[in-house]
């Protein structure tokens, strides 16, 4: 077993979990609390990926990333990007598809903070940022580890859309999944066993830190 897809994997993951938590954070907080009309559109949006098949994100995400492509072109000739079969491109079609994975659990902590709290922090004079940093993100610290947990665990395990926009290229775009399906397809099974392991534990220390958090806090409010 090589160790640069696991390295990808890892970095990959990292890096999209921080991407995806200060995009999150804002979108659901709005999310939670807007009443816009539109608000059930960009929630539908949002959830895209937890019912769209990664095959047909990643491949409209690789049309649309194409140098053949207006968009594709104009990065690509104007501001020097390739994200075809390239890792940034592998970042953002992992952050479009891990999206809804630290969203929903933001949403749902966003959701569960009593309104008093926002309340009294805003009869005290603290300012909207000052009243989510203070005030509500520590009181849905179970959530934010959800969202966390869940949202690096969605990236390791990801296979359609990174194999759509990155394809096969060593240290560069090929990630763990991408090197099981590599050596099932050349027949080497111990090779992909090794890989398969190693996804195998590291999600189900990943659930069991989940479930343990979310038992711990059910303890905790009984």
Do not use: C
């Not at 999310?31 to 539109?38: D, E, G, V, W």
């Not at 959830?47 to 690789?62: E, I, M, N, R, W």
């Not at 959530?143 to 290229?169: D, K, Q, R």
Request: aromatic residues 12%; glycine residues 8%; without cysteine.
């Amino acid at each position: 077993m090589e160790w640069g897809p696991v390295k990808l994997t890892l970095l990959l993951a990292v890096v999209t979990t921080v991407i995806l938590f200060v995009i999150s954070i804002p979108l659901a907080y709005w999310l939670s609390y807007s009443r816009a009309k539109y608000k059930g559109v960009i929630e539908s949006i949002v959830s895209l990926p937890l019912v769209l098949p990664p095959t047909v994100l990643g491949f409209y995400l690789l049309i649309a990333f194409s140098p053949e492509s207006w968009f594709g072109s104009f990065l690509n000739d104007y501001l020097g990007i390739r994200l075809v079969f390239s890792f940034p491109g592998l970042v953002i079609g992992s952050v479009i598809y891990s999206l809804p994975f630290m969203v929903q659990p933001l949403q749902s902590g966003f959701s569960g903070v009593p309104r008093s709290y926002r309340e009294a922090s805003s009869l005290m004079g603290k300012s909207k940022w000052t009243t989510i940093a203070k005030v509500i993100l520590p009181n849905m610290k179970s959530s934010l580890i959800t969202g966390i947990v869940l949202t690096f665990a969605h990236t390791i395990g990801e296979f359609g859309v990174v194999l759509m926009i990155g394809g096969n290229i060593p240290d560069q775009t090929k990630v763990m999944s991408i090197a099981i399906y590599d050596e099932v397809e050349s027949l080497n099974y111990g090779a992909a066993h090794l890989y398969s392991l190693a996804l195998l534990i590291v999600m189900f220390l990943i659930l069991l830190i989940v479930n343990l958090r979310k038992n711990k806090s059910s303890n905790l409010l009984n």
